[in-house]
């Protein structure tokens, strides 16, 4: 099992463009139906910051997930995909004006908050609007993730959330505001994590937190812990579906969830990754003095992932099954870091040749750029090709 790509397929479509096989996406979605159905107090929200493609969000909405925005333009977006206002969460540590007032006047479910200025704000917005805006706390849990220092969110020495010897301070703060109605708690500790280590570490934190407030009688009925389960991106054919049986036995064997509370989940790279590639063309085969160039027409303008973050995509040559031979794959963008991938085995590259990036389904259109006013990919599903 895996995504499904040929050449025949792409034939007359410009590269660089992105690819979604919606089987994947609906096998995923079906597999984490089938681990939450269990718990009728299990709410998935996709994070829509790994993907906003409008024709993969319509099929994520048509799986009855809610939504994770981080900004006013993505809950413009979900909106405009056909989710419904009430499952909308709006997390982020920078809202402006605008994007609270949004979440206000289409009468979002939960404003997830980072700081007491934030806090202030949306009260004085949603008193001058004469609304009481939800609100759940961002906890900092000071939790590390076995993951890039990049995408580590859950440190005490991150931008995100509030930190825990302040928790009592904000809640009772927010309980004496009249335009605000606090819930609950948010967490969320990184992305791309593998180690279930990490997710049990959380929940025991949650947990000690938990028995801190009710001891001082304050009592929640959210629970959101985030999300971050990463996926395979060394085997992604082979292993198209992430560990969601593993990753919601943690919290259910080790999240001590209190009577009547609902706990909430934010996952977006495990959604959405697996169902997207990039497919790019060869415009050059090089040969160096020292190594072989395959030069693409797609750079870290279309999937800045391995630039950023010195990720790995799997690569794969859609056109040749000739003897294997040693290449960089590398893009025409001016800077040195425009580099897919180095040393790594494929079958002889010609130009002309078609490339697939697998695993690019989250954090690659999403993040596209212009830097060298180049025109941005377009994506599009199995169903349109």
């Known amino acids: 099992m895996g995504i499904e790509m040929n050449v025949e397929r792409f ?7 992105y690819y979604y096989d919606t089987n994947i996406l609906r096998q995923t979605l079906d597999a ?12 998935v929200h996709y994070a829509v910051k790994a993907n906003a493609n409008l024709k993969v969000l319509q099929v994520i909405n048509e799986a009855g997930l809610g939504i994770d925005c981080v900004s006013g333009g993505e809950i413009e977006q979900v909106l405009k995909a056909g989710f419904p206002a009430n499952k909308i969460v709006f997390a982020g540590v920078g809202k402006s004006d605008w994007e609270i007032e949004l979440g206000l006047d289409k009468e979002i479910f939960c404003f997830n908050v980072e700081s007491i200025p934030e806090l202030e704000v949306i009260n004085e917005i949603a008193a001058r609007k004469g609304k009481v805006a939800t609100i759940c706390f961002r906890i ?19 931008k995100f959330g509030i930190a825990m010897e302040d928790m009592e301070k904000v809640i009772r703060l927010a309980q004496g505001m009249k335009n605000v109605q606090f819930k609950g708690l948010h967490f969320h500790i990184g992305s791309q994590i593998l180690e279930m280590d990490d997710f049990i570490a959380l929940a025991h934190r949650i947990n000690e937190l938990q028995d801190r407030l009710e001891a001082q009688d304050i009592h929640m009925d959210i629970i959101n812990v985030g999300g971050g389960l990463g996926v395979d991106y060394n085997n992604p054919q082979s292993n198209p579906i992430p560990n969601f049986k593993d990753y919601f036995a943690v919290y259910e064997q080790h999240l001590k969830v209190r009577p009547g509370q609902t706990v909430h989940f934010e996952l977006g790279r495990a959604v959405v990754a697996q169902c997207g590639a990039l497919i790019t063309k060869v ?6 003095s020292v190594k072989q160039f395959a030069i693409v027409d797609a750079g870290f303008t279309d999937l800045i992932r391995p630039a950023l973050y010195d990720a790995h995509h799997r690569i794969i040559n859609l056109s040749s099954n000739e003897k294997e031979e040693t290449y960089d794959v590398v893009g025409p963008i001016c800077e040195s870091s425009d580099t897919f991938d180095k040393g790594i085995q494929l079958p002889k590259t010609h130009r002309g040749d078609l490339l697939a990036l697998l695993s690019a389904g989250a954090y690659g259109e999403i993040m596209a750029s212009g830097y060298n006013c180049r025109r941005l990919p377009e994506g599009y599903t199995d169903k349109e090709l």
């Open 11 to 17: 034939a007359g479509i410009r590269t660089p463009f």
């Open 32 to 43: 984490i139906k089938e681990e939450t159905k269990k718990h009728d107090n299990y709410f």
């Open 140 to 158: 900092n849990p000071n939790v590390g993730a076995h993951t890039h220092a990049h995408i580590t969110t859950g440190l005490a020495e991150n």
């Open 283 to 288: 415009n050059y085969v090089k040969q160096g």
